[in-house]
């Protein structure tokens, strides 16, 4: 199983969720997000060989043998044509706030499907008044792609922090900690992981 988590825009969870799926399905971690400290924040979470940087203009080597989850954002050049028509499916995050992250995201998903039409949509870390919107408007836009939520959390972010994803903290956490991330993100993230896992 092999995914890709793009964004053109930052600050839009693709890294987060990137990270927390290759963690879930143990799979390698590929991205070309070298210029905001992924490896230094993230790198110690795999295996030696598990967290692959592709610099700049490097070219990008695939063993089909292993399963691949690539965060990759920026400008889709012919090295990431090669891997979006390669990937099993392409989960694209918005971050939503305003226009200013809708009409980016648009573009996104009409740019990767000229390449592969097995996109999911991820809305994240938006604000509950807002999520109806963004939904519906998605929906309108897309209605062949699926689309899921992952509620705005604190426990998200610490992923970076603390090197833990939610399943992580599910298992140490205790009390009123423990409940709000079994009873609202878990389902959630389940529900996001198990549609991914059912692509093949």
């Known amino acids: 199983m092999n995914l890709l988590f793009y964004s053109a825009i930052g600050r839009q969870g693709k890294t987060t969720h ?12 590929y991205t070309n997000d070298v210029q905001n400290a992924t490896k230094e924040l993230y790198g110690d979470m ?24 690539f965060d990759f954002g920026g400008y889709i050049d012919s090295r990431l044509v090669d891997v ?11 971050s939503y706030q305003s226009k200013s992250e809708y009409i980016p995201a648009v573009r996104t998903i009409n740019a990767l499907a000229e ?32 689309i899921f939520v992952v509620n705005s959390s604190r426990y998200i972010s610490r ?37 991914l896992d059912n692509i093949l």
């Open 84 to 94: 979006i028509s390669y990937v099993d499916a392409c989960v694209v995050p918005i």
């Open 159 to 195: 992923l970076a922090n603390y090197q833990k994803t939610l399943f992580d903290l599910l298992d140490a956490g205790d009390g009123l900690e423990k409940h709000r991330i079994k009873e609202t993100l878990i389902p959630q993230i389940k529900a996001f992981y198990d549609h």
């Open 46 to 69: 795999f295996k030696k060989g598990d967290f692959v940087e592709i610099g700049v203009g490097e070219e990008i080597a695939i063993d089909d043998d292993d399963s691949i989850t």
């Open 115 to 146: 390449h592969n039409k097995n996109i999911v949509i991820l809305i994240n870390n938006t604000a509950t008044k807002l999520i109806p919107e963004v939904k519906e408007a998605l929906e309108e836009t897309f209605p062949d792609y699926p």
């Open 18 to 29: 990137a990270i927390g799926y290759a963690q879930y399905k143990g799979t390698k971690l």
